[in-house]
Nanobody
Framework: QLQLVESGGGLVQPGGSLRLSCAAS????????IGWFRQAPGKEREGVSC????????DYADSVKGRFTISRDNAKNTVYLQMNSLKPEDTAVYYC???????????????????WGQGTQVTVSS
């Protein structure tokens, strides 16, 4: 069973940057699509970004386009989410998720992902 561990969250001022990491446990974790999702208190979960197994397909929510970049290093079984120009509305718990069935695709639909990490808190505040 695949295990995912997020890290890199924290408190940052508006305009600042953070890089989230999603480390996967399985030796075959390079054949999974990975999605980043976030959920703020009182709000629905939002699909922030996704990347397919090869890294050739990526997608972003309109709210983060031009500010966030997703990438993966399959040799390290790790997916990254570089977040720049952070805004207070980016404050949320960020989760990474993985699924093998959609490995070749990039879909920001949380219902399609089976494996989830525990989440990491991102707070953007002055």
């Amino acid at each position: 069973q695949l295990q995912l561990v997020e890290s890199g969250g924290g408190l940052v001022q508006p305009g600042g940057s953070l890089r989230l990491s999603c480390a996967a446990s399985a030796l075959t974790s390079d054949y999974y699509a990975i999605g980043w999702f976030r959920q703020a208190p009182g709000k629905e979960r939002e699909g922030v970004s996704c990347i397919n197994y090869s890294g050739q397909r990526t997608d972003y929510a309109d709210s983060v386009k031009g500010r966030f970049t997703i990438s993966r290093d399959n040799a390290k079984n790790t997916v990254y989410l570089q977040m720049n120009s952070l805004k207070p509305e980016d404050t949320a718990v960020y989760y990474c998720a993985a699924d093998r069935r959609i490995a070749a695709m990039c879909i920001r639909n949380s219902d399609l992902y089976v494996y989830w990490g525990q989440g990491t808190q991102v707070t953007v505040s002055s």
